[in-house]
């Protein structure tokens, strides 16, 4: 392994679970956008939207998600044709991706500033990842964050539990640039020294788009099977050569054995070599 070894990392669903943030900020803004009188959800509907939320890429599609559940749209109709779904929604009620965006944003801000113990405390670190983070610099290792999530969020919930990364290595929602084109920059800046660069990701459509690109060949490409990702894509991740599952506790400790395909391809994850 090269000296100079990368550790690209999604946020949500790997390093830190916001299921309950993402669900209560989500129905707060639902209730605005589509402008509600009941303001507490129908019984059930926070655990279909538990369910369904690996259909999610953007935050914004998390309300129109909840819309879909009260319109009584089924779960199997939503796994299969989500995206067609969403936008439908979106005309129908006259809004847009960037409109929605901007209000759940608000949202966020407005809970943030008047009370940012308890919008915190809705996020839960992954067992071991805070461990991880901080022996990170003993193993040689440099964490980048690239996720969909706003970097400033990121610093306060990393602060939180006494992680200090510098705003170089988080790679936000602002920056509006793609995963694959963030792994491209990783590559490019780093291209003297050849880095070894790993990324985790629990979103196997992701890592099936970054597969297909030849650049990025050289990069190990993992899927976090404790993150937000169906029974259906893990297994679907088996039968892909470039894809590795990775389970919770190997990647907390940043070693063990990846699981693999029953028809013989079975690999080493082999993170610490």
């Given at each position: 392994?090269?000296?100079?070894?990368?550790?690209?990392?999604?946020?949500?669903?790997?390093?830190?679970?916001?299921?309950?943030?993402?669900?209560?900020?989500?129905?707060?803004?639902?209730?605005?956008?589509?402008?509600?009188?009941?303001?507490?959800?129908?019984?059930?509907?926070?655990?279909?939207?538990?369910?369904?939320?690996?259909?999610?890429?953007?935050?914004?599609?998390?309300?129109?998600?909840?819309?879909?559940?009260?319109?009584?749209?089924?779960?199997?109709?939503?796994?299969?044709?989500?995206?067609?779904?969403?936008?439908?929604?979106?005309a129908d009620s006259r809004l847009s991706g960037v409109?929605?965006?901007?209000?759940?944003?608000?949202?966020?801000?407005?809970?943030?500033?008047?009370?940012?113990?308890?919008?915190?405390?809705?996020?839960?670190?992954?067992?071991?990842?805070?461990?991880?983070?901080?022996?990170?610099?003993?193993?040689?290792?440099?964490?980048?964050?690239?996720?969909?999530?706003?970097?400033?969020?990121?610093?306060?919930?990393?602060?939180?539990?006494?992680?200090?990364?510098?705003?170089?290595?988080?790679?936000?929602?602002?920056?509006?640039?793609?995963?694959?084109?963030?792994?491209?920059?990783?590559?490019?800046?780093?291209?003297?020294?050849?880095?070894?660069?790993?990324?985790?990701?629990?979103?196997l459509s992701t890592l099936t788009k970054i597969a297909?690109?030849?650049?990025?060949?050289?990069?190990?490409?993992?899927?976090?099977?404790w993150g937000y990702n169906t029974p259906l894509e893990?297994?679907?991740?088996?039968?892909?050569?470039?894809?590795?599952?990775?389970?919770?506790?190997?990647?907390?400790?940043?070693?063990?054995?990846?699981?693999?395909?029953?028809?013989?391809?079975?690999?080493?994850?082999?993170?610490?070599?």
């Amino acid at each position: 392994m090269n000296a100079a070894r990368i550790l690209a990392l999604d946020f949500d669903g790997v390093i830190c679970d916001g299921m309950a943030e993402y669900w209560q900020t989500a129905w707060r803004t639902y209730t605005q956008v589509w402008q509600l009188e009941r303001l507490e959800p129908s019984p059930g509907v926070a655990e279909k939207f538990r369910e369904l939320r690996p259909l999610i890429e953007v935050g914004w599609e998390m309300p129109v998600l909840i819309r879909a559940l009260s319109l009584g749209i089924s779960t199997d109709r939503m796994q299969s044709s989500w995206q067609r779904i969403r936008d439908r929604i979106l005309a129908d009620s006259r809004l847009s991706g960037v409109k929605v965006s901007q209000q759940l944003d608000a949202v966020r801000d407005s809970w943030i500033e008047q009370d940012l113990t308890s919008w915190l405390g809705l996020h839960q670190f992954y067992p071991g990842v805070v461990d991880l983070f901080k022996d990170l610099p003993n193993r040689k290792i440099q964490p980048v964050i690239i996720t969909t999530k706003e970097s400033r969020f990121v610093t306060q919930l990393l602060q939180k539990e006494g992680i200090e990364l510098s705003s170089e290595f988080i790679w936000g929602k602002e920056l509006k640039r793609s995963k694959i084109d963030s792994l491209k920059q990783i590559l490019d800046r780093g291209a003297k020294k050849s880095p070894a660069v790993w990324f985790v990701e629990d979103r196997l459509s992701t890592l099936t788009k970054i597969a297909t690109q030849p650049e990025l060949e050289s990069v190990k490409l993992y899927l976090a099977d404790w993150g937000y990702n169906t029974p259906l894509e893990r297994a679907a991740a088996l039968q892909q050569s470039r894809i590795q599952t990775l389970a919770l506790a190997d990647f907390a400790t940043l070693g063990g054995t990846a699981k693999k395909g029953t028809a013989g391809k079975t690999e080493a994850a082999d993170l610490v070599t």
